[in-house]
């Protein structure tokens, strides 16, 4: 099993993935526990100066203006977690919650929070021992961090709050005993070290972009088993076309459909279309999968690269410089930028499945489709006794509709918090929880695209598929048989949509064609 190293500093998405999905151990390497206990002498030496600190011997928010005595230092770090631990809604689910977890000990591992090692190697341990605490997905606004969803977490630490231990719902300190490890008596300022900051958002955008960039692979693969179901042209998928329109998105999707059609005995060129179909090329949701799914792509790189600097950055406040022992309170644990990328991964999955769904809508369309049943029905079939692929089509529209409201962006929002004194937050968390339903949304839209698709290469011939669409359908085919007659579609585009979730469908596609 791949263990993962936090050093704070090179911690990858697929390390995220890896460790909140696959279990990956996760280890601290002896130079960054000396940098963590160096870091908090540090802390020690400014609190003995006298010197304020927000957060520590000061309150909160609008609250910074109290001075907190030292007795009541580490009492006012038990109240904050207690006091910011409001969040409501559903648990979130366990992968987040790793991820979380494993992105705020990273950021600890930096060694500017001022935290005793203990805290650290305590949420380590957690991650390593699977004790997971129950954390509600509501109540972030991605400014002062992701204080409500990180305090959840901090309970459990400190022996209270609940949280899962091996599919059991327990009390925070019986799952850590279960666990043999012991609950945290917080002191000065670990509190804010665990609360403040980006990291339930920044873990929900690394596992958002790891599952929109094989989304946008198995859109792809859908569109290019539409175009060959269809008889598409292959033309507009030259490459001196996007070398005239250099957009990198749009240079990969041209390539991927080339390599995945190689071979197709279905594609034609515009010269035959113009003798068969009367005009020399396709309609945009076919002529322009180059422009529309590889601008998806570039948005998702633009997104990829901003939360690759946040999964190593110290969003914590205030900070302690460990070269002059300086304490500085900033705005580090606003959200804006995660914000910003999240809304744009939204709004270009959308566009993704709305092309889909045009897709889905042509195949069926016997006025379009060129010369396929009416819903994709075989002939054999009792004409007007079967609906055939109807009904998936509304399925498709309804999730493609439901992710035009998600698409809303979120970062352009903001309600003020802490009596205005936090009088601009970024909404960060919300756009990045959109981001994923829309991604979910999007992943069974592609399932019915496929299954569509499928079905019209069985009636135009599948054996004259391409070189790379011919593993698509033989993978999807291997679950779900034609369909003959009408049976219950729910249960097609579910199995589907495991594939597509899970990888497994671009996996075996890539054991054949190298997609980039």
Known sequence: MKTVILDGESLTIEDVVAVAREYAKVEIPDYVKERVKNSRRVLEEILDSETAVYGVNTGFGALARVKISREDQERLQLNMVRSHSAGTGKPLPKDIVRATMLLRANMLARG????????????????????????????????????????????????????????????????????????????????????????????????????????????????????????????????????????????????????????????????????????????????CIPQVLGAARDAIAYARQIVETEINSVTDNPLIFQDDKTCISAGNFHGQPLAIAMDMLGIAITIVGGFSERRIARLIDDKLNRGLPPFLVPKEAKEGLNSGFMLAQYTAAALASENKVLAHPASIDSIPTSANFEDYVSMGATAARKAMDIIENTWRILAIELLCACQAADLQGAEKLGLGTRIAYSTIRSEVPMLREDRVLSDDIEKVYEMIKTGKLVKEVEKHVRLV
């Not at 719902?169 to 609360?195: F, S, V």
């Open 112 to 287: 500017y929070s001022g935290i005793r090692l203990e805290v650290l190697e305590t949420l380590v341990k957690m991650l390593n021992e699977g004790v997971h605490p129950i954390v509600p997905e509501k109540g972030s606004v991605c400014a002062s961090g992701d204080l409500a969803p990180l305090a959840h977490i901090a309970l459990v630490l400190i022996g209270e709050g609940k949280a899962e231990y091996k599919g059991e719902i327990l009390p925070g300190d019986e799952a850590l005993k279960k666990a043999g490890i012991a609950p945290l008596k917080l002191k000065a300022k670990e509190a804010m070290a665990l609360i403040n900051g980006t990291q339930l958002t920044t873990a929900i955008a690394a596992l958002a972009i790891h599952d929109a960039e094989n989304l946008i692979k198995t859109a792809e693969i859908a569109a290019a088993l539409s175009l060959e179901a269809l008889n598409g042209v292959l033309d507009a998928f030259e490459g001196r076309i996007s070398s005239l329109r250099p957009h990198t998105g749009q240079t990969l999707t041209a390539r991927n459909i080339r390599q995945l059609v190689k071979g197709s005995k279905l594609i034609i060129s515009g010269m035959e279309a113009m003798k068969k179909f009367g005009y020399p090329h396709d309609p945009y949701t076919l002529r």
